[in-house]
């Protein structure tokens, strides 16, 4: 169907007008009330004492189960399943405007109607191109008086494909006064540790002060590039831009006496273990980042 095709049958609908749906199940009851005020945490006493409904469970007496709406189908279920069709599949709620015009009462049996009244599009928003479908739904009482009124608007939207809508890796190390000469390292091939320089205690991650004598000069060295793993995770969800899941995240603890995490790379899961013996590797992410990674060291 094309953009115009859409906005046709938009207009048939619209040209509907209201149309009756089923009355609800149920008349309005007490259980039904009850259970809402308390999923609602509402503890006003005087919608129970008076026998009324809170206005804001108009929608609730007459909701239908996906069974129920296949067979009473609204003017409005033809337009979204036409936007479904055409690839809008995503769909995010944007207006609801209640209007009441009196309490509902217990007992009595509620019917709702709906109109279709508007498909605007398509536009371009942050989820992606989609229509703004709206619809209006009345509530009517036994002698087709209205009770409550709601304006509903959606937006269907096209899904961005995942994989297009990923940069390749957008997510950069914080680079800074601390961590500069880390990074300038790994561009070099090294896997420098920051040192304290006056009592020589190595530390990692890089920080502004000796944790052990508080001095705040500072040095590095360059570590073997040897380590063995402390402790690790496999990574399955969610998606990572630029990674391919799964991975592994460990802890790796160098024989200079600090640990380090990085991805262990050239290794299938289920085959990483604590204590493997790793070697640091390091790996363009894209033409700008390179990451330390680990691979196993063979024995
Ligand atoms: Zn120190």
Redesign the pocket.
Known sequence: MTDEELHELAGKQTALGELRGAPAADPVNVPMIRHWLDAMGDTNPAYLEQGVAPPAMAQVWTMQGPRARAKDRSPVDDILVALDDNGYTGVVATNCEQTYHRYARLGESLTPATRFSGLTGPKRTALGVGFFATWNVTWYDEDDEPVAEMLFRVLKFRPPDKREALPPYPLRPAINQDTAFFWEGVEQGELRIQS?A????LRHPPGPL?P????ANRAHTVASGEGTLFSYVVHHHPPVPGRETPFVVGVVELPEGVRIVGNIVDCPPEEVGIGMALRVTYRPMDDQLVLPMWTPREP
């Open positions: 304290c006056d009592c020589g205690e000796c052990r004598c508080r001095s």
